[in-house]
């Protein structure tokens, strides 16, 4: 029997399966939901003898108590079938064979549509239950945190904890945007970073047919390109010749300057082991590490100074006991050390653990002449175009390259 539903397309089909026979000798039958040419089969718990069906009618022949019960239960599940398809309509949710199956299987509550905080931290946990496997932990840090702002706006925007992911639109995330930048003083990028988590959750949702249309389309994301912070060689140089007074502050200078060496981010040389560091045929020692991040395998080649800090490091206490290459503190205490070290060397720049890794690509790799492509495989860059950018930044890059095109005029 077909059923025309607002714009939906709704068939109900009972029949047996003949093929797959329960111990008595009776045949199961099963309910297949059609919504606009998409089907679900579940079984409704009940069975029929194979000679006592009749499929052109959809029930079981005979006049007996047993038969007319099994038939009563069958228009009473396709009756079932339209209630729960009206109900998904007059709730605005997508009308689809799966739904309905789940809400007729106790999946799914009708009364409860899914909502965006709930399909949010469903989702959150599964990113959890997957560091080390196919997430890095500071991307679970990021989608934690992209959930809590967008609690904070729900809160903000509807008085609410949660709202039904079925009234998420284009409206939503265009002031959503608004707030990130007004309420959470976002710059654009980060907010951009926000609305990119909230769009896979988006994905998510229509994937499940949970909601019908798409509330990112017509919005496109473009970053703006930012002034990427680095050290000079002179203010480098002021930071590895200057003697601090307290020991914490030459610890965690003399950890900066490694990542100024290698390229390593903060979350790679707080794990970097000794077997991440290797000898070649040559004999050279490498750091061969995949990135905490991507995945992407590093190969850095040592210079002598990040080996002497290897070295001196070698029999730190917290080396000894988490069998480390370095003592590194948390990434809060390192940049706060940072800033009082930036201080007494008079560095005017905000300096922070990241700052090494742009001045490694920079200043101590791409400024002496080190291709983009090694420079890429150092940082364990997935595509060149991100390390493009640090190659847009060095006057002193440009300089050489002019002073080359002037030898070569001069006749």
């Given at each position: 029997?077909?059923l025309?539903?607002s714009?939906?397309s ?14 008595n ?12 040419s998409?089907?679900?089969e579940l ?25 007319r ?17 009206r ?6 949710r ?8 789940d ?12 909502t965006?905080?709930?399909i ?12 080390g ?21 729900i ?9 039904p992911?079925?009234?998420?639109d ?9 707030f ?10 980060s ?30 994301f ?5 002034h ?8 480098l140089?002021?930071l590895v ?11 965690v ?23 991440h ?11 061969r590490k995949?990135?905490?991040?991507t ?5 850095i080649?040592l ?11 070698k ?8 069998e ?12 706060d ?19 090494a890794?742009h001045?490694?690509?920079t ?8 291709s ?22 060095l ?11 002037e ?5």
């Amino acid at each position: 029997m077909d059923l025309k539903l607002s714009n939906n397309s709704l068939d109900v089909l009972f029949f047996t399966k003949k093929t797959k026979l329960l111990k008595n000798g009776e045949a199961p039958i099963c309910a297949r939901i059609t919504v606009n040419s998409e089907r679900s089969e579940l079984m409704i718990k009940r069975s029929v003898a194979v000679n006592k069906w009749n499929q052109n009618k959809e029930c079981a022949t005979g006049t007996d108590t047993t038969s007319r019960e099994l038939n009563y239960f069958i228009e009473m599940f396709r009756n079932k079938v339209y209630q729960v398809s009206r109900q998904l309509e007059s709730e605005k949710r997508t009308v689809s064979a799966r739904t309905i199956s789940d809400i007729l299987l106790g999946r799914e509550d009708p009364e409860k549509p899914k909502t965006l905080i709930e399909i949010f931290t469903e989702h959150n946990k599964d990113v959890h239950s997957l560091i080390g496997v196919d997430f890095a932990e500071c991307t679970a840090k990021k989608f934690d945190t992209s959930l809590l702002r967008l609690k904070e706006y729900i809160a903000y925007q509807y008085k609410k904890n949660d709202i039904p992911i079925s009234k998420i639109d284009n409206q939503f995330v265009k002031q959503y945007d608004v707030f990130l930048k007004t309420n959470c003083n976002c710059h654009h990028n980060s907010a951009l970073k926000h609305l990119k988590n909230l769009k896979k959750i988006v994905r998510i949702a229509l994937a499940n047919d949970w909601i019908r249309k798409d509330p990112f389309f017509g919005i496109s994301f473009t970053e703006q390109e930012t002034h990427i912070e680095f050290l000079s060689k002179e203010e480098l140089a002021i930071l590895v010749n200057t003697k601090f007074k307290v020991p914490q502050h030459n610890q965690v200078r003399d950890i900066f300057i490694f990542c100024c060496y290698t390229g390593l981010a903060f979350a790679d040389v707080k794990t970097l082991k000794t077997k991440h560091i290797t000898t070649d045929n040559d004999g050279s020692l490498w750091i061969r590490k995949p990135r905490q991040k991507t995945g992407v395998m590093c190969n850095i080649p040592l210079l002598s100074s990040a080996i002497k800090l290897i070295e001196q490091y070698k029999d730190h206490p917290l080396c000894i006991t988490k069998e480390v290459v370095l003592p590194v503190f948390s990434n809060i205490c390192m940049n706060d050390y940072l800033r009082d070290i930036a201080k007494l060397c008079n560095i005017t720049k905000p300096l922070t653990c990241h700052v090494a890794r742009h001045t490694a690509a920079t200043t101590v790799l791409l400024a002496n002449g080190v291709s983009i492509e090694n420079v890429a495989k150092i940082l364990g860059h997935k595509n060149i175009k991100m390390t493009q950018r640090y190659a847009k930044v060095l006057d002193s890059s440009i300089k050489r390259d002019m002073k080359n095109v002037e030898m070569s005029m001069v006749f």
